[in-house]
Each structure stands twice: as C-alpha cells, then as structure tokens.
C-alpha cells in the first residue's frame, strides 16, 4: 500500500526542490511520472532539468521512447511504469491510485492560497481514504515533518 507525501514550499521553488525528489526516487529504485496541469509548466521543467545541476533522466510524454524513460514529465497516467507519481500544480492523484503506487508526491507552493486550499483537500481524500499520509514543510532550510496519518 503506497503514502502520499506532501511537501509544503516556502522557502526553495519547485525548481530546486524536484531534482532533490526525484535523485531520491531514482535511488530509491523507482520509475517517476511528474504530473502536471499545464504543458507550458512541464516544457519549462524539462529545460530546467537538462540545464540543472547534475543528470535525471527524463523525458517529456509523447515521444516514441516513453515507456523507456526512467522520470516522465506528463499530464495523464505515465506510460513508464512508474511506481511514483510527483504531483504539481494541483495536478489528482486518487486515493485508488496512492494505494495503488509505492509513493505519491504532492509538492505545492505555499505562497498561493488556492495551492494551499487544494492540497488540504487532497490530504482529506487521502486520509479519509485510510491511506498512509505524511505533511513536510520547510523550516529554515531543512524539511521538517509537520503531521503524519498511519494507514487504517
């Protein structure tokens, strides 16, 4: 049974917090979808991550080699396999889904209210779901675990 990890931003930008997940998803072993809502978004995180420190393999979804990519920046379900899902900008993720995948992660940026508002509701479907939850924040540089709901 797969954990969503919530991951509150407020002190380093997406850009720079991804690359940290996702060198730790791969790591870990497993294949990452990156789900967004904007296309526009996911163009300019591939250029981010080519141009970034360091290598992820990636690629965007659409071309003829998705189901090799390793990390896959899309809209829809990945066609990689991927046992993790990296949620953005607001992008669902259903508790079916969660339970279904060895980790969800939603990042949201904590200076947009409506973010806020969405991620708490998905924290809501997730727990009342009876999945495992986890709520991390930054705090001076670090990531501090706020909050933690087991599986029921």
């Known amino acids: 049974m797969g954990a969503a990890f919530f991951y509150h931003l407020t002190e380093r930008p997406l850009e720079a917090t991804l690359p ?3 060198g730790k998803a791969l790591g870990a072993g497993w294949r990452v979808a990156v ?3 904007s296309a526009q978004n996911l163009e300019r995180l591939d250029q981010h991550l080519w141009q ?3 290598f992820l393999p990636h690629g965007m979804a659409g071309g003829p080699h998705d189901a090799d990519q390793p990390v896959i920046l899309t809209m829809q ?3 990689n396999g991927a046992t993790c899902v990296m949620s953005i900008d607001g992008a669902e993720v259903t508790p079916d ?4 995948l ?5 990042l949201f940026d904590g200076a947009n209210p409506e973010a806020v508002e969405h991620a ?3 924290w809501r479907s997730v727990t009342e ?3 495992a939850a986890e709520y991390w924040a930054e705090d001076g540089g670090s990531w501090v675990k706020k909050a933690e709901a087991e599986a029921t």
């Not at 889904?97 to 279904?100: D, K, L, P, Q, T």
């Not at 060895?102 to 939603?106: D, H, Q």
Request: a positive charge; hydrophobic letters at 50%.
């Open 52 to 54: 970034g420190d360091g």
């Open 102 to 106: 060895a980790r969800v992660c939603i």
């Open 129 to 131: 779901a009876g999945l």
């Open 97 to 100: 889904e969660i339970a279904s």
């Open 35 to 37: 789900r967004g809502t």
């Open 120 to 122: 708490r509701a998905q």
């Open 20 to 22: 940290v997940l996702l």
């Open 77 to 79: 379900a990945a066609a």
